[in-house]
Each structure stands twice: as structure tokens, then as C-alpha cells.
Nanobody
Framework: QVQLVESGGGSVQAGGSLRLSCAAS????????MAWFRQAPGKAREGVAAIDSDGSSNYRDSVKGRFTVSRDSAKNILYLQMNSLKAEDSAMYYC??????????????????????WGEGTQVTVSS
């Protein structure tokens, strides 16, 4: 059974840092595109960052230069290092994976397809 479990969320002040982790089990992790999404109360879920099986990464414009997505294929763990956090980064963060999935972002929006496995999320709260 495929399973994704996020951890590492918490409450920080603006300007602080957090590292989210997503432990994957039950499938050949290295073949999958993995991504982080987030959803704030009253807002639609949005793609944040993704890393494909070849190691290429994509980010939504608002987090470029502050967030870094990485993966440890030996340990089946996906990470999201978040620096210089802002209040608008506050949301529930979800890890997602899919064998033929992609997240692609322009300067104004991100679109995604194929992420068919999701974790339950970890809360990030940034106070200003």
C-alpha cells in the first residue's frame, strides 16, 4: 500500500525557517515525480515545488529563492527547506507523488497533473 507521511511543520516567526519531510513507502519511490502543495483556509490548493525522477525541480514564483525541494532516494524521503518564511506561507502543506506527474509553474500560476498519492498534511504557521 502506497503511503506518504509528512512531518516538520510548526509555528515560526516571519523570517524563520522550517524543513518539511515526507516519508514514502509502498512503491518504487525513485521513479515518481514528487511535489509539495499547500492550502490555506478559504483558498484553493496550490502547487509549491516539485522534483521529478531525473532530479529537475520547479517552484511557484512566490517561493523561488526561499524554498528548496530535494529528495533522498536511498531513504525514500522528500524534503522542503523553507527559509525567509512569510505570513502568506501559512498553510497546510501536503506531499504528493505520481509516476507520470508534473508540476509546472509560470510567473503567474502553476498547473499540475498526475499526482495520485497524497499525504495527510502538516501545518505551517508563520506569525508576522
Amino acid at each position: 500500500q502506497v503511503q506518504l507521511v509528512e512531518s516538520g511543520g510548526g509555528s515560526v516567526q516571519a523570517g524563520g525557517s522550517l524543513r518539511l519531510s515526507c516519508a514514502a513507502s509502498g512503491y518504487t519511490y525513485s521513479r515518481f515525480s514528487m511535489a509539495w502543495f499547500r492550502q490555506a483556509p478559504g483558498k484553493a490548493r496550490e502547487g509549491v515545488a516539485a522534483i521529478d525522477s531525473d532530479g529537475s525541480s520547479n517552484y511557484r514564483d512566490s517561493v523561488k529563492g526561499r524554498f528548496t525541494v530535494s529528495r533522498d532516494s536511498a531513504k525514500n524521503i522528500l524534503y522542503l527547506q523553507m527559509n525567509s518564511l512569510k505570513a502568506e506561507d501559512s498553510a497546510m502543506y501536503y506531499c504528493a507523488g505520481g509516476e507520470n506527474a508534473r508540476l509546472r509553474c509560470s510567473r503567474t500560476y502553476c498547473y499540475s497533473w498526475g499526482y495520485n498519492t497524497w499525504g495527510e498534511g502538516t501545518q505551517v504557521t508563520v506569525s508576522s
